[in-house]
């Protein structure tokens, strides 16, 4: 059961400017221990600058994050012991191996001797990468790359892991399973901040989603938290015995229904109102001795969240 | 390889201590050596580790490696062919060692360096310099261990030709002086490259530029190889007889000072340029500037030691010369270190201002440590008014002792020198610097446009009265006139050779200091801003983690009694 704590990533009125561009525009949101938070949003949209800046890759124009109460611009040194950060770039070492790679990447972090053994172990294990240890990074495939960045990102058992399109390029295969390691990364209590395009993934991996658009945040929240705040519309599926004439003539003259049809057997229309709306619209469908067999509300998927909150505007 | 711990090593020894064979302390002995080597690379810096593992591995390193084995080979076979009997009478190590030299210094002055540069500049291209920042590695740590890996690899080089060096003793005529100076002069002199090498690698971060970059270091590379390469035939040659001598030690001395501390410099400029921006990136670059500042003061006193203490050394406006070549000095170095430091960012770091002083009475001085264009004009016009006054002062006491002699430049143009070369860099500096906060309130002015604003400014007061006077059909053939006031070049070159007359110093002195004052009172407000910043408590976060860091590191015994405590 996912449990909030306290905010491990603080992100307050964060704004970044390149010359006239407005790239991030007064973002504020948290992410708590052992969360996984979803960043949804067009190309462009100013998520990879605001995941950098978090990152202590680049400076806001104005605004701070802060990472477990460490202000990236002030202290990036304290953050950077805190948290991983895995670019939607693979960056490669020429003639290097796997475990090399690792290595590497452990004594920068300043892991010495047995604790930088274990943590690569670790690290390979969890990525299920032992059997290509001393396998060149330039052989590995893509899904092989990902999952070594993702080891490189957790070498030093950050608290904070920003992923950023950890999922790009990847076969179903190797989405699933890193779909399952972000999972355990987040039941052992890190956050995790992630975005991707594949939003059937994430509404399945984040407890919570940021939904950004023009370098605005448009809403932070559940899906279904999300989906209510924006929209009380959703489409309604009814079965009746018998010809359904009658019920849709019922129907057409309510103010909270719309758009009617009949399609495969059921009639489909568009309800106004939330939960409690439809209960009594049900109740009063029966009420009105029209015969129910099936009643079904389409549950909005993070697509049509996704769609309605940027109107469409995906570029 | 694989490391041993020592309390492994302990029990085994007390376990089995009886037979001391020569093969079991052969063994522990190896053990040891092994154990120590494993610690000693587990201390090694990452990047130092990581591209020695790259090197060993590369193409690259491996073909140079055996080019430069192979030439050694050549030269050794063909060397002595052509030798041939004379080899056992003549002295043919010189030429034999000179051909070394020539194939050791290549690679050594173009590949190393070049090599440096582009492990750090790859490190863009390859989008690996983000991962390296966010790590825990510190922008020096990255600088030391991409030079660290340079050096190893002149180490190797070096280990192929030194054979071939050894055998040149055999050859007669070669001294290990001679060797050791010329060893040190090509280690010293790659390192110094690799450093200046990656100081333009961090500098350039832009690809497109890079190619362009890339060229113009191979051709400067290439330039200071041919150098290199000179400096050492002419030790090869004239070596011993140069040693003999006390100046060439007394030389060497400042030689060594003066790359020591522009290396120092070099460092932490390079590691500037990889820092993050809130870090305080200009005090480590002010030390190193006050190091080189001390330095010149320090060579200035050696030269007046060694000439004025030399029995019947004639030291007529000797005093004057040396007032006029640290002026000189002084003035130039200031103003290129004072158009950089102008051009600094004005709004301090919180991070920074954690750190300001807190003592009042202090924080004046110290601030001029700290960064900001106000802290670091004052700081260039502070050094070098102070390097005036010793210098100044110096001349007046050789003066009043009689020691400063007659002839040559006259101590009053001395004076007139210094006062006039201050003026100019207080000013040029001063109304510099103004004119970038002027503009800064429109536009983004980085460091480099900055500078260039300093050199402008500097070039038209050069520029614009000297094409005035020389279109002028008056005043072309008239030598120096006041029109020429501005400019620093002309004036001060006049003044150091035909003296005080020659240049009205009697109407500059007023103009000159004048024009100086205004330009350092017009910045003294925004100064006085920058020095006055008081400083900001640290966050409680940070307090709080500071405790657990304290409280998690690792103690070592306190006292010689906590040993005996140690069930170990």
Redesign the interface.
Known sequence: MYMPRRPLIEVRELHRYFGPTKAVVDMSFEVYAGEVFGYIGPNGAGKTTSM?II???D?PTYGDALVD???V??????V??R?G?M?D????????NVV?YL???A????L??YERKRAIEYAMEFTLLEQLAEKPINGLSKGMKQRLALG?TMI?DPAVLILDEPAAGLDPRARIELREMIGRLAADGKSVLISSHILTELAEMCHRVGIIEQGQLLAVGTVEEISNQTETRSEVRLRVLGEPDGMMQYLRVRDDVSDIAFRNGQVILTHAGGPAEQAALLRQIIEANFQVVEFASKTKSLEDVFMHVTEGRVQ | MTSVPPTALNEATSIHPPTRTAEASWLRAWNWTEARLAALAERANPILVKETRQALKSRQFIITFMIVLLFCWIVSFVGIAIVGPQIYYAAAGPGMLAAYYTILIIPLTLVVPFTAFRSLAAEQEENTFDLLSITTLGSRQIVTGKLASALVQMVVYLSAVSPCIAFTFLLRGVDAITVGMLLAVAMLGSVGLSMMALLIGAAARVRTTQVVISVALVLLLAGAGVALWFLGIGIISDGSAMYRQAEFWLFAVVVMSLYVTTFGLLHAAAAAQVAFVSENRSTPLRRWMMAQQACLCGWMAGLVYVVLGSPGASSSGFMSGVVIITATLGSGYWFLMGAMMTGEWPHLSRRVQRSLPTNDAWRPFVSLMNPGPGAGYLFAVANLTMLLIVSLSAAVWANATGMAGGGGPSLEAAFYYAIFAWSYVVAFLGFGRLIINALRKWVYVPMTAAFLIHVILLLSAIGVPTVIQMTSRELRNSGYTLLQMPNPVWTLSELANRGVNSVQADVLVLILPTAALIALLLNLRSVATELMLQRIPVPVRIIEDEAELEAAAPRGPQSPWDLDDDPA
Do not use: K, W
């Open positions: 950098r990152s202590t890759l400076e109460g460490f202000s611009v002030d202290d990036p040194d304290r950077r012991r948290l950060f670019p770039y693979f960056g490669t070492y020429q003639n290097m090399e290595d590497f990447f004594r920068a972090y300043g010495r001797s490189r030093h």
